[in-house]
DNA sequence: TCTGGGGTCCTAGGACCC
DNA sequence: TCTGGGGTCCTAGGACCC
């Protein structure tokens, strides 16, 4: 493979407190996190004593005293990262944005305009610097897994070139899990077999299931691992699923408990759908008990679904049987609702009320499509009034311990 | 590194069809 | 009636990513 280099990953740096720090200066320098009763992000001060995301606020207190905690600015956080990512769209159209503070971007087409995908790489870093205050580090090589590779190489606030040609000795003493698939697990079962580097996995041979290799990483992984696809830069992607999940601390496995909390799970996902026009045929329900074991229940329903009732309905039907499976369980820390198989939905689409319990009773069409107005005009009035003003309160869950509302809002998937 | 919330993808077994 | 092979869909579990 010869030519250019001309993949740029570009990263901002820890980036949701490195907005607290810009919009507020006595910050800088300093340990802070985002959250409260969890860490929802960390400065890199703080990440120095180990603190992380997804850690219990109590936990991070005790391994940083000086630790500050900060409410999230969750609209800045979308504006700046827009605006951040925004900047490579200057570059090419051809941009892959991954998260919020993520993205791709194939240059090769513009070089005549502005130069080395290098240069243009130096040239965002300081755009991104002077126009939106924040530290970004950029990654360019000739594929996306050796791009996000080389930006995970740069950071903090750095640019990583690698050139074509280079790749081997760039990789060779670099750790496994840098790639990108390869997490706890797999690191662990490298390490297992003696591998620790890339290097040393490139020299491991096999890749079949049956190899060694195979064995510990996973057949696809292990291909992928030593042919290095080509994977393309996808400006749009559609989401798959939808889901939301909520954590109950330690509650009683019983229908006062997971029914309330169905019911607003459903109200999430089933409103998301209907605001694009979209509805899903695979009802997915996770129950996590109180040990953390968890497991999974979904059905496939005959036609598509996006009416809140029969979501929620559903899902509790697959809840109980779950729970019957499980008749030792005594409680559950963790409910979900995901439904997937999308369709797009026509605007006035009706839905067999479908259900496992009485599918006998089939013939109520009349029902699913009452709920399904139902459900719209309470989506009317959300948007004229609130998402508070009308439906299944998050009163109901006790708020304890919740992440706020627009924090989920932004780990949302473009439908 | 005992854990929040939103996602994607892979694997494996079984049902069912041709 | 049994056997073989290929393909697709569904379900459950799990690893991983941001």
């Not at 870093?125 to 996306?144: D, F, N």
């Not at 080389?150 to 670099?174: I, Y």
């Not at 939301?244 to 019911?263: D, H, M, N, W």
């Not at 309470?378 to 998050?394: H, K, N, W």
Request: net charge positive; charged share 25%; with cysteine.
């Amino acid at each position: 493979m010869t030519g250019t280099a001309t993949i740029l990953h570009a990263d901002l740096d820890a980036f949701y407190a490195s907005v607290e720090q810009l919009l507020d200066p006595s910050l800088r320098g300093k340990p802070i996190a985002v959250g409260g009763g969890v860490v929802l992000a960390a400065s890199y001060e703080a990440k120095a004593f180990g603190v992380h995301g997804g850690m219990l606020g109590r936990r991070a207190r005790a391994l940083c005293p000086e630790l500050r905690f900060v409410s999230g600015h969750f609209a800045d956080y979308q504006r700046l990262g827009d605006a951040a990512i925004g900047v490579l769209g200057d570059f090419t159209p051809l941009v892959e944005r991954i998260s919020i503070d993520e993205a791709f971007a194939n240059v090769a087409g513009s070089e005549h305009l502005f130069g080395s995908p290098e240069d243009m790489a130096k040239t965002i870093r300081k755009r991104v610097a002077a126009e939106v205050g924040l530290p970004i580090s950029l990654g360019v090589a000739q594929t996306k897994h050796l791009a996000k590779i080389a930006s995970q190489v740069a950071k903090p606030d750095g640019l990583v070139v690698v050139h074509p040609g280079t790749e081997g000795d760039f990789l060779h003493d670099l750790p496994v899990e840098l790639m990108w698939g390869v997490g706890p697990v797999a690191r662990a079962r490298l390490a297992g077999i003696g591998v620790f580097t890339i290097g040393q996995l490139a020299q491991t041979p096999g890749w079949s299931t049956e190899s060694l290799l195979g064995r510990a990483v996973g057949g696809k992984l292990a291909a992928l691992a030593r042919n290095r696809d080509p994977r393309e830069v996808v400006t749009h992607r559609r989401a798959r699923s939808v889901g939301a999940q909520s954590a109950l601390g330690k509650k009683p496995a019983v229908e006062g408990v997971f029914g309330p909390t169905l019911r607003h799970l459903a109200d999430r996902v089933a409103s998301r759908l209907r605001a694009k026009s979209r509805a899903g045929r695979t009802v997915t329900v996770r129950v996590r008990f109180a040990d953390l074991r968890a497991v999974t229940r979904s059905v496939t329903l005959p036609a598509a679904i996006s009416a809140t009732a029969i979501l929620a309905e559903t899902a509790e039907d697959l809840v109980r049987a779950a729970l019957a499976d499980h008749p030792n369980e005594a409680a559950i820390s963790l409910l979900a609702i995901a439904v997937s198989h999308l369709e797009y939905n026509p605007v006035l689409q009706l839905e067999l009320p479908y259900r496992l319990a009485d599918e006998k009773r089939r013939p109520g069409t009349k029902k699913g499509t009452a709920r399904w107005l139902a459900d719209r005009a309470v989506d009317a009035i959300r948007d004229r009034f609130g998402r508070e003003s009308i439906g299944y309160g998050s009163v109901v869950l006790g708020r304890r311990g919740a992440v706020p509302d627009a924090f989920r809002e932004l780990a949302e998937r473009e439908l």
